[in-house]
């Protein structure tokens, strides 16, 4: 198969993925009913769902420079504004070319490249691009096998066996879950906990972060229930569940010229703003800058870029490259980098910060955040791309073809069967799928062994609760031994190492992510 033929086959599913909206506010304090303790739910392991930053920060601090006293006055805040990049569904080169075309030649302030968090579905996912995508240090976290909102357990279960055994992610790396369509339960959340994950971010804040009663809430545990999405989800609020240490993360809506009506989520550039009927990217430039700014300037709530990349795809064949869009996407993150002490991350990256709520001034060592590449030069199998090259097999089933270097399995994962035994036909041997003591780039699983055994590289994944009727279940094994489907293509990799297209904003948010650092230092309370 021509990977062109590979490709066109992905769209028509790819383009039903237009979830996520929302038509106007989704709780209030009445339908909360939410009560929390604060001197009684103390981090890290609780944290009452709050308006306020964790750990008592505060967000404008004004200082006087200390030399000149009178001479200039400006705000300086102890904390961080976070920009949040999340992406949903299939991953394929087209859609990580996509999100790399906005974060790829940005910094953060302590000079590492931005990570994201990738919410994946797995029909017309490419399994070893998911492997490089984890491996080049991006969060991976599961959105469904099939992509059904209120989902069976399965489907929440299969996709962090599948993604283990064919793209060797470990299963304790996969801490976060979003549901399609933003479709959720109480069931959901209990499901969720039960299996091992760490939070869920399907939830919304959907009222203006400077209206009363605002449900624009900092990350929070669910040890006194919901208080998110009250109005609209089963059987969640008034202190339900009660998941102790289990945390959600509301996704923060922006709000257009007319306020709490003119609410949009995922995708902003799509909708149009301010009531009108077309799409125009310089009025949702507007929007997205002015609530950023209401966050920015208020108790600064994270912000978020809740994306599907199918949506600002270059690479995709056939498909009109929306580059007014994209242009405005990265004005905007361009101009938001220029604020002092903004950093773009994953999901888990802003969740262990609110775990462990450390100050600006001291965000630069802050390890969750630092430069996380492996460096690896053998040439094995493991999700660098550079080490990869003729050892992926291509597993060429009819629907949704993908590569992986964990070995084919003799049918396509289902929530059913989400690890199928493994494919030896052709004289392979069979590959050795992610043990539980060896991280994925250090682990060839055609040799089956892990290249690194020093301490530097010690690992230690953790089982789940998983399997069927709730067994443990651990990485690592082989497969089956039957015969296969066998074809030829080529693969397409992402554009990773692409030289940057839109360097501007970089070094302005380096210096100012530096004079935060001072600012920090030399702060005077009044
Ligand atoms: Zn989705």
Redesign the pocket.
């Known amino acids: 198969m021509r990977p062109f033929a590979l490709l066109v086959l992905l769209l028509p599913a790819l383009s039903l993925?237009q979830?996520?909206s929302v038509s106007g506010a989704t709780s209030s304090a009445a339908a909360a009913g939410y009560s929390c303790d604060p001197t009684v739910c103390k981090l890290p392991a609780c944290n009452c769902a709050s308006t306020s930053p964790p750990g008592g920060l505060s967000p404008v601090i004004i200082i006087f420079p200390l030399r000149r006293p009178n001479s200039l006055l400006f705000p300086c805040s102890e904390v961080p504004m976070f920009i949040v990049y999340t992406a949903?569904?299939a991953v394929q080169s087209y859609t990580l070319d996509s999100v790399n075309q906005f974060l790829a030649h940005r910094k953060n302030p302590n000079g590492c490249q931005p990570k994201m968090s990738y919410?994946v579905?797995l029909n017309y996912t490419n399994y070893t691009l998911v492997t490089d995508w984890y491996v080049a240090g991006n969060e991976i976290a599961d959105?469904t096998m099939t992509?059904v909102g209120l989902p069976p357990n399965n489907e929440i279960d299969g996709n962090l066996i599948a993604l283990n055994a064919l793209a060797g992610i470990p299963l304790s790396a996969i801490s976060g879950f979003r549901a399609?369509?933003l479709n959720f339960s109480n069931e959901t959340l209990t499901h969720l906990a039960a299996a091992g994950f760490t939070y869920d971010t399907s939830a919304t804040a959907s009222i203006p972060v400077t209206a009363n009663y605002t449900d624009a809430f900092w990350p929070y545990t669910l040890d006194y229930g919901l208080a998110n999405n009250c109005l609209t989800n089963i059987g969640v609020c008034h202190g339900q569940p009660k998941l102790p240490g289990f945390w959600e993360v509301p996704m923060y809506a922006l709000f257009d010229s007319r306020g709490q009506s003119g609410i949009h989520l995922m995708d902003p550039w799509l909708d149009s703003a301010n009531g009108g009927t077309t799409v125009d990217d310089n009025a949702t430039l507007a929007y997205m800058q002015s609530t950023f700014m209401a966050h920015y300037n208020g108790n600064r709530q994270p912000f978020g870029l809740y994306t599907?990349p199918i949506h600002t795809a270059t690479t995709y064949p056939g498909v009109q490259v929306p580059l007014s869009t994209i242009n405005m996407i990265n004005a905007f993150l361009d101009w938001a980098q220029v604020q002092a002490g903004v950093w773009i991350v994953s999901t888990e990256q802003l969740l262990s910060w609110v775990q462990n709520p450390v100050p600006l001034s001291q965000l630069n060592s802050f390890e969750p955040l630092k430069c996380s590449t492996p460096q690896v030069n053998a040439s094995i199998c493991d999700g660098i791309p550079a080490n990869e090259h003729g050892l992926l097999d291509l597993c060429a089933f009819s629907d949704f073809p993908f590569f992986t270097c964990y070995g084919c399995p003799v049918t396509e994962p289902t929530p059913d069967n989400p690890n199928p035994v493994q494919v030896t036909s052709n004289g392979q041997q069979p590959r050795e799928r992610l043990p539980a003591n060896c991280s994925t780039p250090w682990w060839d699983p055609i040799a089956g062994k892990c290249l690194c055994t020093g301490s530097s590289c010690q690992f230690q994944d953790n089982s789940r609760p998983i399997g069927p009727n709730g067994a443990n279940l651990t990485g690592g094994g082989f497969g089956g031994n039957v015969s296969s489907p066998s074809a030829s293509a080529t693969f397409v990799p992402f554009n990773g190492n692409a030289a940057p297209i839109f360097p501007i904003g970089t070094w302005p948010a380096i210096m100012l992510g530096v004079f935060g650092v001072v600012c920090g230092l030399y702060t005077v309370q009044v």
């Open positions: 993925a979830d996520g949903d569904d919410y579905s959105h992509h399609p369509y599907h």
